[in-house]
């Protein structure tokens, strides 16, 4: 820990699973000499002061953003615009903005179309989570060892990357910049279609007979359990998800798709060979998520 | 612990990570005087006798049910017509037969068809594993707190069930009798379906370009991970729940298709409203199953 706080004032926009994680990690590693928190609704605001989680919190969103250094947004993604529209003249020169949102390119475009030229756009996402939601469910070490992607754009002013990669780094996550794009290809495989596919199947279930349903919920062991736990993830979060990275989910569903018709079309002719061969094809993958350690 | 074993004698067919996680507890608690396994592979057999899991092994399998109290089947579905036939005329009348397949209405049919009316046939699911395989892969442990649901036909003796649900209870299991179809109807949707969409996933993965596959593996954190864990399963075991089960696997994912559909159409639209209905029904699931204590 450094004597000398990273930042003079951070302001965090929203304070849910993640603001507040970073509320408190910034606390502990002394990232930032002041915290402040500005919330839509004032019930969160007065658990995030009663939480400890900000030195000042205010409704106001542009008096919360006078004087920051830098300014996270923590909103779901659908706020964005309003977000930047709110707080563009109240930013000091030189300010740097993020974010945490799991969709990098519309960044620009929403939060980003209203900010001047003055400050530095810095769109960020940590790839980490619970299935939990609200200023109580935050923790310190939600960002250990997991990565975190910026997503700066071409051009963007190098010493204010380099602060949001110490920050994070600080914060205990590994960093890694990438073009927004590309991100966004790559999240909608690993992260929004595995999402996409467990909110269907939990909800294929819900829609069963109560008999049925009970017994389910009670035999749940073994794979169905697993996709509950993501398909109970933050609804709003994930709605501005898809909406926002349509393109990308859509073309990953359409491969998809085309991969499950051909394992369905081997099970109704009993294509025990073809079965075989994909299920072993893919053990090969988790072998190389359990070399790359994150498993 | 009690001083009488619960069975004089038992055989298991097979030495996987079932096989062999029964023969440790069935050590740890007592429940067989003398463990006797066969196996197919030279080598498997070798292994388990290395690991002290059995008091006798041996390839011939008429042998190795000659005398057994109990013989419990432990191969994969595929092989349990060809089981049958071979252990039918080694086997002493009053003996209890098992299995440990996740399919239980074909039992009957391929392991069934060639027992004598002389001994009793209580297939059984344990609803535990892991994604690894083989004699090494066991553990006591295994059953512990987990259901295991048997499956045995109407008028079948109860003695002879009552004897089986002794035996895991005492392996730590919670133990449930009940229909074998309506097994097959719930385990599609709890256990099959899952693992089918988790195999597809990754399937659809691992065809990506190089570099993409790369970065998937790398960035495999929230969502994605979980399903590569499933998809490691064992291949063989998976090709025949799927060969054998095929009827009510088809049938829920007919379901599946058509909520996904539902799904793909509100993002094509944008219409935000219908998926943040849809992702807080499937939160309620979750909620259930943390109330039934299986999370």
Redesign the interface.
């Known amino acids: 820990m450094n004597d000398v706080p990273l930042f003079q004032r951070v302001t965090l926009i929203g304070i849910g699973l993640i603001g507040s994680s970073l509320a408190r990690v910034m606390r502990e590693q002394n990232l930032a000499g002041e915290i402040v928190v500005t919330t839509r609704r004032e019930e969160t605001l007065n658990r995030a002061i009663d939480l400890g989680l900000c030195d000042r919190g205010t409704l106001d969103m542009g008096d919360a953003v006078s004087g920051a250094d830098l300014v996270i947004v923590c909103t779901p993604m ?1 706020s964005y615009a309003a977000v930047g529209k709110a707080i563009a003249k109240h930013l000091k020169p030189g300010a740097i903005i993020s974010d945490v949102g799991s969709v990098k390119e519309p960044v620009f475009e929403t939060l980003g179309k209203a900010l001047p030229d003055t400050v530095h756009l810095v769109p960020g996402h940590p ?3 619970t ?1 939990h939601s609200g200023p109580d469910a935050g923790f310190a070490t939600l960002f250990k060892n ?2 975190t ?1 910026l997503t700066p754009a071409k051009g963007t002013d190098q010493a204010a990357v380099d602060k949001v990669i110490d920050l994070w780094q600080r914060a205990g996550a590994m960093v890694e910049v990438m073009d927004a794009h590309h991100h966004d ?3 909608a ?20 007979g109560d008999d ?1 349903k009970q ?19 933050d ?2 979060m ?3 998800i ?2 926002t990275n ?1 393109d990308a ?2 073309e ?2 359409g ?3 085309e ?2 018709t051909e ?2 079309r081997a ?2 002719k ?1 294509d ?1 060979e073809k ?2 061969e ?12 359990i070399d ?1 350690d ?2």
Do not use: M
């Open positions: 659908g790839i980490a989570g299935e997991r990565w992607l290809q790559v999240l495989i690993t992260s929004h279609l595995p999402h996409l596919i467990a909110y269907t199947i939990v909800g294929t279930a819900t829609d069963l049925l017994e389910v919920i009670q035999f749940s062991a073994s794979g169905f359990r697993d996709f509950t736990r993501i398909a109970a993830s609804p709003t994930w709605r501005d898809f909406l349509k989910v859509l990953v569903l491969r998809f798709d991969d499950l394992l369905k099970i109704r009993g025990g079965l075989f994909h299920f072993t094809r893919t053990r090969a993958i988790r072998r190389g998520i790359a994150q498993a």
